[in-house]
Nanobody, 121 residues
Framework: QVQLVESGGGSAQAGGSLTLSCASSEYRGCMAWFRRAPGNEREGVAFINSDHRGNYADSVKDRFTISRDNAERTVTLRMNSLKPEDTAMYYC??????????????????WGQGTLVTVSS
């Protein structure tokens, strides 16, 4: 069972930035970030393939950047221009494939425990 451990959550003002990190106990070609806002279902935020190609949800495009270090087995989500609606529990996810296909929750088999991000106006 692969372990994914998130870090970097916290509080920020609207317009500010936060960086989340996820460390994996095993290499995974496809890694992603999801989030669940209070009262909402979990939604995909971004994924990144082993070749470092990323894909983003429309709601975060041009504000968030996903990156990875294959040697360190880590994935990072840099969040800029934060909005109050970005407030959520953020989860790292992964699946043992070379490439991610979608940001659908059922595509991913490995999940972290989550890290909370709170953005105030």
């Amino acid at each position: 069972q692969v372990q994914l451990v998130e870090s970097g959550g916290g509080s920020a003002q609207a317009g500010g930035s936060l960086t989340l990190s996820c460390a994996s106990s095993e290499y995974r070609g496809c890694m992603a970030w999801f989030r669940r806002a209070p009262g909402n279902e979990r939604e995909g935020v971004a994924f990144i393939n082993s070749d470092h190609r990323g894909n983003y949800a429309d709601s975060v495009k041009d504000r968030f950047t996903i990156s990875r270090d294959n040697a360190e087995r880590t994935v990072t989500l840099r969040m800029n221009s934060l909005k109050p609606e970005d407030t959520a529990m953020y989860y790292c996810a992964a699946v043992r494939t070379w490439s991610c296909v979608t940001l659908r929750e059922d595509e991913y088999t490995d999940w972290g425990q989550g890290t909370l991000v709170t953005v105030s106006s």
